[in-house]
C-alpha cells in the first residue's frame, strides 16, 4: 500500500523499497538480478505486503549477525524462506478470510513509537565528539515532535513511510552539524562501501550512497533506525 492513498504500490516503487532495505542491511552497493526481480515480482502479484518483505530481510540479516556468519548476501533470494515464513505469520492474524492483507492496525504501534522516542532521548544524552551537542540536540528534538505526533492507531505501512522521512531529515540535519574531521569520516566511509560502480548507472549509485550514508552517520551519532522492525535498535 502506498501511504495516504490506499493504492498498491506500483512494481517500481515495490522493488525500490526492497532494494533500498537489502542495501541498507548488506551495507555494500547491490544490483537487482534478472531472478530477484523475478522474486519481487512474485512477491507484489502474490498480495505480499512490502513492509512484510522488508521485516524478514532485516530478520536474515539479523539473524546472521547474531550467529557471525563471514561473507556477504548475494542475492534477495537468500531471503526467499523467511519471507515466505514471516507472510504466512502473517496470514493467521487477518481479519476474515482470503483477503490477502494483514490487518494494518497492528496494536503494537503504540509501544513501538515510544520506544523510538525514548531511544532517540537516549542517544541525546550520549552525544559523541564528532558534532556539536546543541546541533544533535537541536536536530533530535525536531525529529522527535514529528514522531511524538504520528497516530499510534495509523496504518502499520503508512507509519514507517513517515518514520523513513523523519529518519532522512535528521540525518540532513545532522550531516550539516557534524564537525570537518566527522564529516570527512563518513565520506570515506561510504566510498568504501559504494566501491567500484562502473556500469552502475547514477540513479541507483545515488539510492546506495543515500541508504550508506544514513547508516553511518546514525552508527557514527548513535542514532537508532527509525523504523517499527526492531523498534529502538541503533544499526
Known sequence: MSAGTGEPLDEASYATRVEEAFIAERGTPFLLSAKDWQLIRGWREGGVPVDTVIRAVRETFERRRARGAAGKISSISYCANAVEERWQMER???VGKGEGRRDEKP???GPRLELLAAALRSAERGAPGEIDPEDLRKGIEKALSKLEALPPEGAFEEIEEELSAIEASLVRSLLKGLSTEGSVAVETAVAEGLGDTAG???????????????REVRRRLGIPSLT???AGVAA
Open 92 to 94: 493467521r492474524g487477518l
Open 200 to 214: 552502475v548507472s547514477s540513479e541507483v549509485v545515488e539510492r546506495m550512497r543515500r541508504a550508506l550514508t544514513r
Open 228 to 230: 517499527l522492525f526492531g
Open 107 to 109: 496494536p503494537e504501534i
